[in-house]
C-alpha cells in the first residue's frame, strides 16, 4: 500500500487541480502519468447540468471514435434464422435466442455490447433486471436493436461507444488508450464532447456541461477547458 501510495503522489506532481487545462497539455499530462503496467484506459468524465430522474432530461446517444476505443469488444446478438448468421459471419462472440436467453438470466454474460433484432425484443426484454444495470440493453436510438446486424457488429467493433448519463448527471466513457498517439486522443475526446453536446434535451436549462474532465485509469484526474475541446462551440 505504501509503494502505491508514493506512486499516487508522484502522478499527481506538477498536476493542478484547480487548473483548467487546455485539452492538447492535459493529453501530455495524463499520458505522461498513465505509468501502470499495463496500456492504460484514457476516461473522460462529463458533469452536466441535467435532472436525469426526470425523463425529458435523459442523455443518451452512440459516437464512432475515429480511432477506436483500443479495446477488443466482444458482441452477443439476439437472432434467428438468416440474421444469426449474419451475426455470426460479421464477427459476433455470441449468437442465440431461446439458449442465449437462458443463460444470460442466470447471470452467465460473456460479452461486453448486446445487440439484438426488433422480432427478439420480446425476449430480451424479459432480461432488463440482467442488463439495464450494467448499461447493456439494446436499444433503436443508439443502434443495438437493427435489422442491420452486421453493421451494427462492425460499429461496435469499430470504436462505437455508448453514454447514458448516470443519476448524479454524469456522463463518463473511455476514449481510447494511453498507447494512443497525442493526435488520436485530442481527435476521440473532441468526438465524444460534440456527441455529447448535441445530444443536450430540449428541457434542460442553464449549464450544460459544468466539468469535463480526463484521466487514466490509475492517474490523477485534469480539468479541461470546454472551449479547448469544442473551439468555443459550445
Partial sequence: ?????KRIAKNREGVDRQKFYGLEEAVKLVKER???????TIEIAMNLGVDPRHSDQMVRG????????????RVGVFAK????????????????????????????IDFDRCIATPDMMGLVGRL????????????????TVTMDVAGAIKAAKGGAVEFRVEKAGIVQAGVG????????????????VDAVIKAKPPAAKGTYVK???????MGPGLKLDLASVTGGAA
Fill in 177 to 192: 488508450k494511453a498507447s494512443f498517439s497525442d493526435e488520436q486522443l485530442n481527435q476521440n475526446i473532441k468526438a465524444f
Fill in 81 to 108: 434464422g438468416p440474421k444469426a448468421e449474419e451475426a455470426k459471419k460479421a464477427g459476433a462472440d455470441v449468437v442465440g435466442a431461446e439458449e442465449l436467453f437462458e443463460i444470460v438470466n442466470k447471470g452467465q
Fill in 128 to 143: 432488463g433486471k440482467v442488463l439495464g444495470p450494467r448499461g447493456m440493453m439494446p436499444n433503436p436510438k443508439v443502434g
Fill in 34 to 40: 498513465a505509468n501502470a503496467k499495463f496500456n492504460e
Fill in 211 to 217: 466539468k469535463l474532465s480526463i484521466s487514466s485509469s
Fill in 62 to 73: 452512440v459516437v464512432n471514435l475515429p480511432n477506436g476505443t483500443g479495446r477488443n469488444l
Fill in 1 to 5: 500500500m505504501a509503494k502505491l501510495a
